[in-house]
């Protein structure tokens, strides 16, 4: 568990749901191993560089980048990184570094825009780990998105105003997970796809929390894989429902 101020251990293995939101859900759970399939296909033809005495390669494709830490010549774990539009100045306020990747990954509890609290990942954390560290307690401009595991659209009978959204954690007895339930309102949308990284989905512009004075208050990117999208004739200005995964990342200047 985090504790305000600190950096502690997690135990829990985060990376088999964020797989499932990019290379789409029932892949995955068909063939937990595809995504170390993936990792090996994209690193047949490059070199890794070393971080942290660990190897890391990095596959850009448009604002998708997917990372690959390695051991030696075993593949630790395959992560995607989204690199969104979005920017908020946020006060770290726990790191919990995950175990499972010998402590370079990490989730990090931010607060930001005076009332909103998320728990993400921190997806630049191999490489600015003591940055982090030194941030703690502090604010600092921190890009947020999100890695969407499911959407499917909201039925307009919730009981709840049309253009109402928001998000809470996914599970209320997990309160430090990074996986959040939403409601949200899609403001735009674009085709992104990768024939180097086999994926191939939506870059959403995403309305999460929405004021009287202010309708789009907290708007992030979210990517959402096509496998994981539960209905059809996807369009700006649906309002839906899902899972995701927030993600933090340090803006250096």
Known sequence: MEIPGSISSVEVNHYMKQWAGLFGAIIVLNDHDYPYEIAHKILENHNAEVVCGYWNYEEETGPLTISILLEEYNVI?????LKTNFSFISKIISIGE???VYNLGAQVTVS????????????????????????????HNCSIGAIALRMDKLSASTGFDENSCGYLPEDIYKPESPFYRFTGIVINHEILKSNSIFI???????????LPENGNYFV???????????????????????IAMFQVSLEID
């Open 112 to 139: 930001l825009k005076d009332q909103l609290l998320i728990i993400a990942h921190a997806v630049d954390y191999h490489k600015n780990k003591k940055l982090y560290a030194n941030l703690l307690g502090k604010e």
């Open 200 to 210: 191939e989905g939506y870059l959403i512009e995403m309305r999460l929390v929405s």
């Open 220 to 242: 992030v990117n979210m990517f959402l894989n096509k496998e994981n999208l539960f209905y059809e004739d996807f369009e700006n200005g649906d309002r839906v429902s899902g």
């Open 77 to 81: 774990t395959i992560s995607g990184w």
């Open 98 to 100: 995950w175990a499972v």
